[in-house]
């Protein structure tokens, strides 16, 4: 059962004196309980915004003119797109049961109070715990994501730790009040290639302890390939293509994903290196999107529907879903 069911969402921002920009068009995602879906795509692909609107941290001038996000809280469905972000629906869960790390963890921890007493209020705003028990769950929490000292280190403020312990410290205080769904946007792309692989053992470990879902954003097919069970690549707002990760890895069926994967260096291998394939030009405008497949400028496919004709969702295979005409134009049984 989903927990997670995003439907035929789409994000505009408003400008007093230009028109409204579409900055993700009718996305539809999934995600079950204890399972990792990865948002992957290019900056500026809206992924983030995706993220955000899921927890209602849209900027003011965000608007979700159509579809939905349901959440299940336990107790039914909730329409997160239908609720006021500052609602009292909406903060009980963002926190609670959904929360968020980022890439940098200042952006959640504040400079001027330790990380005990960040975590301890933290837990106090959204449990009935004295501030002697909220210090013990904040203790008992820096210890499991591997905060050496976790007693002494609580009095710590956020400078006085390394990089990778003051991310400990953010998925810590994400984790306080055991949400059903962390969304992770880049947790590991600041950190160096060894802090970067306990980070994500650490995600996976606490993910089975938990068995909580989560929305991982990132740039890195690498990371994706460690972590994800599903796929989503977005581009310019789109959702080009979707599903199982192996299936997509193994029969990527979007130009735009072949390319992915193409500027993908096998470091195992000295030969491959060379052949790494960046994606030539640049992702448009979202105030210049073509009618059609955003995605015509670079793709070496592109052919007489691609400018002017939105491609439709199409599916692969089962729960694979990719939007090209190539799909629409080739016989079923080349699909399989
Ligand atoms: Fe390329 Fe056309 Fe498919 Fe877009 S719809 S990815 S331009 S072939
Ligand atoms: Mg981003």
Redesign the pocket.
């Known amino acids: 059962k989903p927990l997670l069911t995003v439907r035929n969402m789409s994000i505009s921002f408003s400008s007093p004196d230009e028109a409204d920009i579409e900055a993700v068009r009718q996305v539809d995602l999934s995600l079950t309980p204890g399972k990792t879906l990865a948002l992957v795509g290019e900056s500026g692909c809206g992924k983030s915004v995706t993220a955000r609107a899921v927890l209602r941290l849209l900027d003011k001038n965000a608007i979700i003119p159509s579809g939905e996000i349901l959440f299940d809280t336990g107790q039914g469905a909730v329409d997160i797109a239908r609720l006021k972000p500052d609602s009292l629906a909406m903060r009980s869960i963002r926190g609670a049961e959904i929360s968020m790390i980022f890439q940098e963890p200042m952006s959640s921890l504040s400079p001027v109070h330790t990380i005990g007493d960040q975590i301890d209020e933290f837990i106090i705003l959204h449990e009935r715990l004295s501030p002697k028990q909220a210090r013990e769950r904040t203790v008992a929490l820096l210890d499991q994501v591997g905060v050496p000292g976790a007693r002494d280190r609580a009095n710590a403020y956020p400078f006085e730790l390394s990089g990778g312990l003051r991310q400990r410290a953010m998925i810590a205080m994400a984790l306080a009040c055991t949400p059903k769904l962390l969304i992770a946007d880049e947790p590991t792309t600041a950190l160096d290639v060894t802090t970067q692989a306990q980070i994500l053992d650490l995600l996976r470990q606490l993910q089975d302890d938990y068995g909580m879902a989560m929305l991982f954003i990132t740039h890195d097919l690498g990371v994706v390939a460690e972590v994800a069970d599903e796929i989503a690549v977005m581009y310019l707002g789109d959702v ?1 293509e979707q599903g199982d990760v192996y299936e997509v890895f193994r029969r990527p069926k ?3 994903t072949q390319a992915l994967m193409n500027s993908v260096p096998r470091l195992s291998r000295k030969a491959d290196r060379k052949r790494l394939s960046p994606i030539k030009g640049t992702v448009p405008s979202p105030r210049d999107r073509p009618s ?2 955003a ?2 400028s670079r ?1 070496p ?3 007489a ?2 400018p002017a004709q939105r ?1 439709e969702r199409t599916q692969v295979s089962a729960g694979h879903v990719a ?4 799909l629409a134009h080739e016989p079923a049984e080349a699909l399989a």
């Open positions: 080009v979007h130009p735009y059609g497949c995605f015509t793709c496919h592109a052919f529907p691609c491609p939007r090209c005409h190539l």
